[in-house]
Nanobody
């Protein structure tokens, strides 16, 4: 079955960097989108960035443009999220997801990972 497993979360200072990785397996990802969402305590799940697994076309939320970069390695079946200039308000659990549109939203996701926690301290 389809699985997405996140790694790379942790504690980082304001302005620091962190790289998250999502390892995908099972089923097919060709023709699908793999993306990242985040959810802060008491808030809804927010789109961060996504990438088409075969063509490598990307889409980012306005709030992360110029600071976050999403990439994929088809040979390793991974989708990475490089996060720079992190802010305390970006503390959240980050989730990897498979969907069917570059206009990715929770409604367009069919599989979720379990998430990895990112904490940005001031």
């Amino acid at each position: 079955q389809v699985q997405l497993v996140e790694s790379g979360g942790g504690l980082v200072q304001d302005g620091g960097s962190l790289r998250l990785s999502c390892t995908v397996s099972g089923g097919t990802f060709i023709g699908y989108i793999v993306g990242w969402f985040r959810q802060a305590p008491g808030k809804g799940r927010e789109f961060v960035a996504c990438i088409s697994f075969d063509e490598g076309i990307t889409s980012d939320a306005d709030s992360v443009k110029g600071r976050y970069t999403i990439s994929r390695d088809n040979a390793k079946n991974t989708v990475d999220l490089q996060m720079n200039s992190l802010k305390p308000e970006e503390t959240a659990k980050y989730y990897c997801a498979r969907g069917n549109s570059l206009r990715l939203s929770p409604a367009r996701v069919d599989y979720w990972g379990k998430g990895t926690l990112v904490t940005v301290t001031s």
